[in-house]
């Protein structure tokens, strides 16, 4: 990584479906790579301890800070895991559920985004599925 504080690469993926269902008829998903090698800081949340002690089943969550801040990285959008190769969750796909823009300039170099991610499982195999 070139700037410090940033753990992670990614790709990020720009989910489609294809026209035609498949020999079940469950949607086909697809995707397109629309950035590659993404630097960002991803790190974890801490979960709803509110939820847990009621006992209901919570989801786990994480964000992602990435510098530059002007990609059209939009929610449903699916990020993999690219580097470092020894990362926990490399090689794994995380669906982005929100997106904050920071309220600098654009033009300025010091300019973010934070993503929210939730954990992308599948049931059936596609092009994004490992």
Known sequence: MTIA??????????????????????????????????????????????????????VPTFTATIIPGT??????????????????????YFRVTGVLYSDLNPRDPRNYMILYLQRSRRAHSNTLNQ
């Not at 990609?71 to 794994?92: A, G, M, T």
Request: hydrophobic share 35%; with cysteine.
């Open 71 to 92: 990609l059209d990285i939009r929610e449903r959008d699916e990020i993999l895991i690219s580097e470092p190769f020894d990362h926990v969750y490399h090689n794994q």
């Open 5 to 58: 504080g940033l753990n992670v690469r990614f790709d990020v993926w720009r989910v489609n479906w294809v026209d035609d269902d498949d020999n079940v008829g469950g949607a086909v998903i697809t995707g397109t790579c629309v950035y590659q090698g993404v630097m960002a800081r991803m790190q974890g949340e801490k979960p709803n301890q509110l939820l847990l002690q009621q006992g209901l089943e919570t």
